[in-house]
């Protein structure tokens, strides 16, 4: 026997992360090639954007908004120009009573105009307050409902989660939109006063602030840019961490994580993969402090030239005293304004990055939306027909379904087996139109798929799949999928009675209004062969023409398994039923058999038939027996 210690000290290291690496145009960092004139001139783009998005989810407080960065700027164009009066007085002639009397009416003014710019603020805090969180929620609903909407093959095609991952950071963005874009008007629009002053005090003051602010302007989109191209390298590492940690955490799959002793394994890779992350951030760290260092100094130079300059005018009696007096005050308004548009304006090309990205998703979703015709399906369906079908899947070599024709007609059960790959499920999607062919057609009775509304057909399927969803709604909803066909519960209770799940529902706290998620306050949970009949249940409750089963009783005892067919056959006449599975002794119950092996049927018949008809399917029976 070897020593298990000996075994364990020559084991290998666990391998890293996969090094995920993308490319096609979807690879590449749309800034890359941006000069900085171009990504300046987003600016006036995403503004209108932001306006656009908010107008469309509340109107008043954008008008309030608007109003109060107006009334903002008033308030500052106010203060400053009554600055200036009350300046002239309190540097006068005169005793300091006199001189303080003559300034108090400007002062007043001054204290009220101040008073408008703090209560417009906060209207201005208000309105971002109503706009933000239902803007924020519209892109969510409008990511969740793109991504819902796409053409099935769209999830295969390169590029298409990456996409979706910048798409979700994108959404989160949304938030700062409005309230950098607020925030930018009103900063423009205090700088607007501000210099209107002071160009009248002297009309060299402006182009001096200016420059003194433009290298940090420089500074903060070339910071952003660099961020950005950081954010870009890392989106599939972040889309892979983001998948991994929710499988490692979820509760339904602790006990495999605990059992196989993964947990180790699972912190190490997670560790292992944020700090490649974090390194790419790091490494942008220099760049960004040259770039802020470099940026930060030449605005200093110049700003010092600034104030250099107010110094020789007010010396060389170019400008007054007391007008001098007034320069500083109005130098340090423009300034603060003129650096708070720099930054805001920044912030908004920073963010815009991010949200075009969200965009860009979206419309990439709206292309690979369902592009089909209008045509309806009846009620009934007496045949569905597969011509010469064939599917590849992106990126794949071989097709799924290779040149493959069946008909199903009304009140027949056809069973599908074969091996794994051997094109079963894809043969489901392509008959209920999840999937369109790459070559042939599929028919209900004489519609062509390709030519009908997918709500259409989608509304005459119904499919358990292999890979149901354990949906976090009450069993009700579970059932109805949110469908609901009367007020009353007699529908749902007969599908609930037809997987023979009445008594597990009746236990259940609230019986069909329990929540169905027991990390949630006050949920329960179903084992695993419950939840598969609460699949079959939701399959048998919406009572279509055409039902399919993929693997529908991998999970169930055999009682459960007995019940689900013997409903089945029971209801078989009213519809075409496909029941795919690995366990050939269901087949029995098929009026017909087809046998899938590389995209192809190679048999078909009953099961007595093909049992001794030497093929794969005989094969397949005999192996099962042999186990």
Known sequence: MTDTSTERSAAPPPPPPAVISFEGKHGKNPLEEASFATMCSRLPAVLTKTARMAW?????????????????????????????????????????????????????????????????????????????????????????????RVEASAYGEPGFADRQEAAEVGVTRTRLMVQDAQRFMAALVRMIAASGVITVL?????????????????????????????????????????????????????????????????????????????????????????????????????????????????????????????????????LAALSQLVIHGAA??????????????????????PQRGELTIPERVDEIRLDEVVYHYPGKGDPAVDGVSLTLRRGEILAVVGENGSGKSTLTKLLTGILLPDKGQVLWDDTDLADADSDAVWARTALVPQNFACWPLRARENITLGQPKTYDDTPVWEAVDAVGMREAVEKLPRQLDTLLARELFGGAELSGGQWQRLACARALYRRTPLLILDEPTSQMDPRGEHQIFLEVKRIAAERMTIVVTHQLENTRLADRIVVMQHGRIIEQGGYDELVHAGGLFAELVALAKDR
Request: aromatic share 8%; with cysteine.
């Open 56 to 148: 469309a989810v509340d109107r008043a407080a954008v008008v309030l908004l608007l109003a109060c960065q107006v009334l903002t700027g008033a308030a500052a164009a106010c203060v400053l120009g009554f600055t200036a009066r009350a300046m002239t007085h309190i540097l006068g002639a005169g005793t300091v009573s006199t001189r303080l009397h003559a300034a108090l009416p400007a002062l007043v003014v001054v204290a009220v105009a101040a008073a408008t710019g703090r209560i417009s603020g906060a209207l201005s805090s208000y309105a971002d307050g109503r706009i933000t969180p239902r803007l924020m929620s519209e892109a969510d609903t409008a990511l969740v409902s793109a991504v819902c």
């Open 202 to 334: 002297h009309w060299l003051m402006l182009p001096l602030l200016l420059l003194a602010v433009l290298p940090a302007g420089l500074g903060a989109v070339l910071s952003a840019r660099v961020d950005y191209e950081t954010h870009y390298a890392n989106i599939g590492d972040r889309n892979v961490r983001g998948m991994m940690r929710w499988w490692a955490t979820y509760s339904r799959y602790g006990d495999e994580v605990r059992a196989n002793g993964m947990t180790g394994y699972l912190v190490y890779w997670y560790r292992a993969l944020s700090e490649r992350i974090d390194q790419r951030t790091l490494t942008a760290a220099p760049r960004m402090l040259r770039i802020t260092l470099a940026t930060s100094a030449l605005g200093g130079l110049f700003l010092l030239g600034t104030w250099a300059a107010l110094a020789w005018l007010a010396t060389t009696g170019r400008v007054a005293l007391p007008v001098a007096a007034t320069a500083v005050v109005a130098v340090q308004a423009t």
């Open 348 to 369: 908004m090309f920073h963010t815009s990055l991010y949200l075009a990205d969200m965009r860009s998703f979206l419309d990439m979703a709206a292309d690979r939306a």
